[in-house]
């Protein structure tokens, strides 16, 4: 029974070595730098109200420009820390929470250790005390069980949280926090920290009866409707309903971000059942290299049928910092990411079925790595639609623009048969589209 007491007192420990105090400085740091860069805003727009006043012509107009890019980027960076400050302090309040439930385990542990040690102190030999010793020795082992069962849960739910936010804090830092004693994690750790939710979720469906029916009719508008589960399945696989669309789509910090991209992903979705279109299906990828960084970038376009009833696209940007990756390329981050706005549409007939504009990335600037949107309607039989997609991509730059634009049109090219059409848009900001009538 040591050993039972031994685990108590160890995940006390590991709770307890986060610092709520490291936390809060990190979160007051980034506020106290967006103020930074609220000053300097309000010193640009000083600037700028000079420079239209006094002058005007090519140059000038340029320099206004350049000074409206600039400003952006501020209210970006502004958003990014004052999104980082919310995380800290997400997991500031976790972790309070946590140590404080380990602290009272400790305590109620201790106390439960010294009962034991004492149960059968003060009895004789006759069997009736001997039996009261016994009984009140297995009622304190059983509490001491359920002791170390709560305290897992409050390290899990933590753990959890850390993960989370801790995906948001990589996404706006380009690493990941070593946060409050917590080391990074590796894939191996994010399964095992999903599979520790199955518990939790067989015992939602065994609160609402109605999700079982749900499951098994691939439901999932119905699922996604109970505010239990949608918040699970947001917190670890980034999927959210966008009511006012009808249609699925995915956050920035998903578990798919920490995975990147493998073609032999694409199996993976053959074996659950969906039938899609998808570009590169031959080994010929949409692909192309930026010739100053050597940065290596992918374009993947998927559409088609994710279930009986659930039908859509997505549209998905990687990067690789050379292109010996042995096929393996990486969630676009930071400037990297595009802005995309897809609508996926009957071909035969025109008509639209929805428009994702860009719903599910993080902030205003609607960039992501990853534009899907999926419809669930038990209406239809989502392989006997004839659905076609198209899109605008909107990147940082007129090079990516035309690096992009050039490898679509060469792939358009060797594969007639995708119907692939593309067309430059503007240069400010850098755009192209596509229809793609598959």
Same mark, same amino acid.
């Given at each position: 029974?040591?050993?039972?007491?031994?685990?108590?007192?160890?995940?006390?420990?590991?709770?307890?070595?986060?610092?709520?105090?490291?936390?809060?400085?990190?979160?007051?740091?980034?506020?106290?730098?967006?103020?930074?860069?609220?000053?300097?805003?309000?010193?640009?727009?000083?600037?700028?109200?000079?420079?239209?006043?006094?002058?005007?012509?090519?140059?000038?107009?340029?320099?206004?420009?350049?000074?409206?890019?600039?400003?952006?980027?501020?209210?970006?960076?502004?958003?990014?820390?004052?999104?980082?400050?919310?995380?800290f302090e997400t997991i500031r309040d976790a972790l309070a929470k946590a140590q404080q439930e380990a602290r009272n385990t400790r305590a109620d542990a201790?106390?439960?250790?010294?009962?034991?040690?004492?149960?059968?102190?003060?009895?004789?030999?006759?069997?009736?005390?001997?039996?009261?010793?016994?009984?009140?020795?297995?009622?304190?082992?059983?509490?001491?069980?359920? $002791?170390?069962?709560?305290?897992? &849960?409050?390290?899990?739910?933590?753990? @959890? #949280?850390? %993960?989370? +936010?801790?995906?948001? *804090?990589?996404?706006?830092?380009?690493?990941?926090?070593? $946060?409050?004693?917590?080391?990074? &994690?590796?894939?191996?750790?994010?399964? @095992? #920290?999903? %599979?520790? +939710?199955?518990?939790? *979720?067989?015992?939602?469906?065994?609160?609402?009866?109605? $999700?079982?029916?749900?499951?098994?009719?691939?439901?999932?508008?119905?699922?996604?409707?109970?505010?239990?589960?949608?918040?699970?399945?947001?917190?670890?696989?980034?999927?959210?309903?966008?009511?006012?669309?009808?249609?699925?789509?995915?956050?920035?910090?998903?578990?798919?971000?920490?995975?990147?991209?493998?073609?032999?992903?694409?199996?993976?979705?053959?074996?659950?059942?969906?039938?899609?279109?998808?570009?590169?299906?031959?080994?010929?990828?949409?692909?192309?290299?930026?010739?100053?960084?050597?940065?290596?970038?992918?374009?993947?376009?998927?559409?088609?049928?994710?279930?009986?009833?659930?039908?859509?696209?997505?549209?998905?940007?990687?990067?690789?910092?050379?292109?010996?990756?042995?096929?393996?390329?990486?969630?676009?981050?930071?400037?990297?990411?595009?802005?995309?706005?897809?609508?996926?549409?009957?071909?035969?007939?025109?008509?639209?079925?929805?428009?994702?504009?860009?719903?599910?990335?993080?902030?205003?600037?609607?960039?992501?790595?990853?534009?899907?949107?999926?419809?669930?309607?038990?209406?239809?039989?989502?392989?006997?639609?004839?659905?076609?997609?198209?899109?605008?991509?909107?990147?940082?730059?007129?090079?990516?623009?035309?690096?992009?634009?050039?490898?679509?049109?060469?792939?358009?090219?060797?594969?007639?048969?995708?119907?692939?059409?593309?067309?430059?848009?503007?240069?400010?900001?850098?755009?192209?589209?596509?229809?793609?009538?598959?």
């Open positions: 029974m040591t050993a039972v007491f031994d685990k108590i007192y160890a995940l006390a420990d590991q709770v307890e070595k986060g610092s709520t105090t490291e936390l809060d400085d990190r979160a007051r740091a980034c506020r106290a730098t967006k103020e930074t860069i609220a000053d300097t805003k309000a010193l640009l727009e000083s600037v700028r109200v000079q420079l239209s006043e006094a002058w005007q012509g090519g140059a000038g107009e340029a320099a206004l420009t350049s000074l409206e890019a600039f400003k952006k980027n501020r209210d970006d960076q502004a958003q990014d820390l004052e999104d980082s400050a919310k995380s201790q106390g439960l250790q010294k009962k034991l040690d004492h149960g059968w102190h003060g009895f004789g030999i006759r069997q009736v005390d001997l039996a009261v010793a016994w009984a009140q020795d297995k009622a304190v082992k059983a509490r001491a069980l359920v $002791l170390l069962a709560d305290l897992e &849960r409050v390290t899990t739910t933590y753990d @959890a #949280i850390l %993960l989370i +936010e801790g995906q948001k *804090l990589r996404f706006k830092t380009g690493q990941v926090w070593e $946060l409050a004693g917590s080391e990074k &994690r590796n894939l191996a750790e994010i399964g @095992a #920290i999903m %599979l520790r +939710e199955i518990p939790g *979720l067989l015992a939602l469906l065994k609160k609402y009866p109605e $999700l079982r029916e749900a499951l098994l009719h691939q439901d999932w508008n119905k699922i996604m409707q109970n505010p239990e589960v949608a918040q699970k399945i947001y917190d670890y696989l980034g999927f959210r309903y966008n009511e006012e669309g009808g249609f699925f789509t995915t956050g920035e910090h998903s578990v798919q971000s920490y995975l990147g991209w493998k073609d032999l992903y694409d199996k993976f979705g053959e074996a659950f059942g969906m039938e899609l279109d998808e570009t590169g299906e031959d080994g010929d990828n949409m692909e192309f290299t930026d010739p100053e960084t050597g940065k290596t970038y992918r374009l993947e376009l998927w559409k088609g049928k994710y279930a009986n009833h659930a039908f859509g696209g997505e549209v998905g940007f990687y990067t690789s910092d050379s292109p010996n990756n042995d096929g393996h390329f990486n969630a676009a981050q930071g400037d990297d990411q595009i802005k995309v706005t897809q609508t996926i549409y009957n071909k035969d007939t025109g008509q639209v079925y929805f428009t994702n504009d860009g719903q599910g990335a993080d902030g205003t600037d609607k960039k992501h790595f990853w534009n899907l949107a999926i419809r669930n309607d038990p209406n239809v039989q989502a392989d006997q639609l004839p659905l076609a997609q198209r899109a605008t991509i909107e990147v940082r730059d007129v090079g990516m623009r035309d690096r992009m634009y050039d490898e679509m049109v060469r792939y358009a090219a060797a594969h007639p048969g995708d119907n692939l059409t593309v067309t430059k848009g503007s240069d400010q900001p850098p755009t192209l589209s596509y229809d793609w009538r598959k």
